[in-house]
């Protein structure tokens, strides 16, 4: 399936050098309970070589905007049990420990330049919408860091990931993102999650609910740059 998704619907993996524009990093969701082991239903049950990998590589990311005193936005996936967010399970709920950084990115809470925006949503730019005030801090953080260019890693690369660039690439389209350009996805700092159907209905799930890793991968890297976002896996 994987070979006919990437021979169907192609992507292209390009380069990109963060120092060519004045670019921000953002970081998607790298909180316990989608990257840890076993920290709740949404979490990989066994290590996992994709959602490891992402991990290191946005730590290596990270490490370096902090040092060149580039801006860092990480979002932390954080819910109220009031607040359900179907179809998914009850997930990174605030006060847990689920809805924290992995141990490998905790550093970055006392990053200098990282802003944390914690989100009870799918949808980064919205969890980002202050409901009292309209305010957005996501635009917000783009327009103090006065960025040309953000470049998103996280998870899932087709579900947080994926809305996220989405909803940011139709906010710069209509010069909502003040003077934003690129939207840069680094293809080996994604990861999403693995739930093949036979694993699906073994657990008692529809299998509707089948999720396998590579191909949903592919298929979010393919969605954001049919919108208009540009896929790297190399950087300057």
Not at 180 to 208: F, N, R
């Amino acid at each position: 399936m994987l070979d006919a998704l990437r021979n169907t619907l192609p992507v292209a993996l390009g380069g990109f050098d963060p120092a060519s524009m004045r670019t921000g990093l953002v970081i998607v969701d790298e909180v316990n309970g989608f990257a840890k082991v076993g920290c709740g239903p949404l979490a990989p049950q066994a290590p996992n070589a994709q959602v490891d990998a992402m991990v290191d590589e946005t730590d290596r990311l990270a490490r370096r905007f902090v040092d060149e005193g580039w801006p860092v936005a990480a979002f932390l996936d954080s819910h109220h049990p009031d607040r359900p967010e179907p179809p998914y399970p009850p997930h990174c709920i605030a006060g847990t420990g689920a809805d924290e950084l992995v141990a490998d990115l905790k550093w970055l809470e006392d990053g200098p330049g990282v802003a944390l925006i914690r989100k009870d949503c799918i949808n980064g730019f919205v969890g980002a919408i202050d409901p009292a005030t309209g305010a957005n801090r996501i635009t917000g953080w783009i327009a103090d860091g006065d960025l040309e260019a953000v470049l998103v890693v996280g998870i899932c690369t087709d579900i947080c990931v994926m809305d996220f660039v989405l909803t940011l690439l139709s906010a710069r389209n209509h010069g909502l993102a003040g003077r934003l350009a690129e939207i840069v996805v680094h293809e080996p700092g994604c990861a999403t999650y693995d739930l093949p159907k036979d694993v699906a209905l073994s657990l008692g799930l529809p299998e509707t609910a089948a999720h396998p890793q590579a191909e949903a991968h592919h298929m979010g890297l393919y969605m954001m740059a049919s919108r208009g976002a540009r896929l790297v896996d190399r950087l300057g």
